[in-house]
């Protein structure tokens, strides 16, 4: 197995199919002119097991207390809703 790494900028969306996930990553690409706003491109997709996923998700709150503790992430405020 290849031991590479991969940068992106987010997650476009996250498919199950079956017993595995795709998770699709893209990155951002500049506007044409330079000016526009950056506009996101596919980059790569990781598949893995549901499970495995499941397992993911229960180590990103403690990930993300880390990252607040530690001062590399501000905690937002949720947007107020309208009605």
Excluded: C, W
Excluded at 6 to 12: E, I, K, L, R
Excluded at 19 to 28: G, K, W
Excluded at 33 to 59: H, I, N, R, W, Y
């Amino acid at each position: 197995m290849s031991d590479e790494t991969h940068y992106a900028d987010g997650v476009a969306d996250i498919v199950v199919v079956g017993p595995t996930a795709r998770i699709r990553f893209y990155v951002l690409q500049p506007g044409k002119d330079g000016k526009a706003q950056p506009s996101p491109v596919p980059a790569f997709t990781v598949v893995m097991p549901v499970e495995q996923v499941a397992q993911l998700g229960e180590k990103l709150p403690e990930l993300t207390q880390k990252l607040l503790d530690s001062g590399r992430l501000k905690k937002r405020m949720p947007a107020a809703k309208t009605n």
